[in-house]
């Protein structure tokens, strides 16, 4: 069964703030950096889509 991350928050409204503070796009490493320092859970992929879809 494969498992997808399931960020907390979610890694886009992360992004999306980081951008606005700096008041510029993010670099990839930047982007990177946030992502790998973020929180996450493991959901199942099912579980992940369903939820998405809602």
């Given at each position: 069964?494969?498992?997808?991350?399931?960020?907390?928050?979610?890694?886009?409204?992360l992004l999306i703030r980081a951008e606005e503070l700096k008041e510029a796009?993010?670099?990839?490493?930047?982007?990177l950096k946030i992502k790998?320092?973020?929180?996450?859970?493991?959901?199942?992929e099912g579980v992940a889509v369903a939820t998405a879809e809602n």
């Open positions: 069964m494969k498992e997808i991350k399931d960020y907390i928050p979610p890694l886009v409204a796009e993010l670099t990839e490493a930047e982007v790998d320092s973020s929180s996450y859970v493991l959901v199942p």
